[in-house]
């Protein structure tokens, strides 16, 4: 079968093609940027901008389904672009898919789509979602992008969506803030840690829902794809364990941290770093469960333990790439 994926070359985008390319499909992987050296000859790459439609409409053409993974991910509380590509972006490659006759979509958007902060500790697929003003850019512009696609799917669009959780693991050649932080712990490089948790998910198992929600979900749904939850200190604990070396020593209360948030995030911005900030800590402070139930039960869903991930990643980052696999399905 034909498909096509739009960030193609991105974190999720490399852990998807490796999959759609093992299950014995045709890819088009669409991306602005093209990864250098060889690449396998049934992926074939196309440039494609999402905010283009003429661009998207000759890029998805001749594809059965269509994953949509591009995204601008940004802690600040006002991104324009941001804004433009996650909501008028998922919009313009729906209306692509859905012109040139693709049988199915699935768009890849996040948990920030949920508001994690009224939540009550808890989100599942009916939990409230993220329109207060207050909140990040890209919580507020993931949960429009649905918003824009439904709009499609009532125009006749077969589309799923799915709403993974923090993704982590290997193969990464972004340097995502998570996976760096669990290899400057697995070097002892991080002496202190952050208290607080978040359900974490290994990519490759994020590149699977994504598989099954196009050949299970029902039309129009939303699944959570959550991991587990961990606390981050247990996390580069462990990240250092894997590695033979020493871990973060404590962990800094989340009420210190929140406590302290009024001086430390402008000291962190004259300093251009966005790591101390609500967006960047918001997650951490309110660590709410994600239910999984839904994706579980209907797609076949399973994703594998924390600390195989973590062993697996630090395997890639010392060189031993650990090959991307695919989930059972049950």
Known sequence: MKVAVTGAAGFLGTNLLHQLVERGHEVIAIDRLRPSGDTDPRVRWVNGDVLNPDSMRSALDGAEVVYHLVAVITLAHRNDLAWRVNTEGVRVVAEAAHAVGVRRMVHASSIHAFDQYTCGGRIDENGPRSTD????????SKYQGELELRKVVERGLDAVICNPTGVYGP????????NASLWDAARGRVPVMIGGGFDLVDVRDVAAGLILAGERGRTGENYLLPGAMVTMLELTRLAAEVNGKRGPRFAIPLPVVSAAMPVLEPIAKLFGSDKVSRAAMGALLSAPEVDGAKARTELGYAPRPTERTVRDLIAFYKGESPEPEALSIA
């Open 133 to 140: 003003p207050s909140l990040p850019v890209y919580d507020r």
């Open 171 to 178: 193969i990464d050649n972004s340097a995502s803030r998570i």
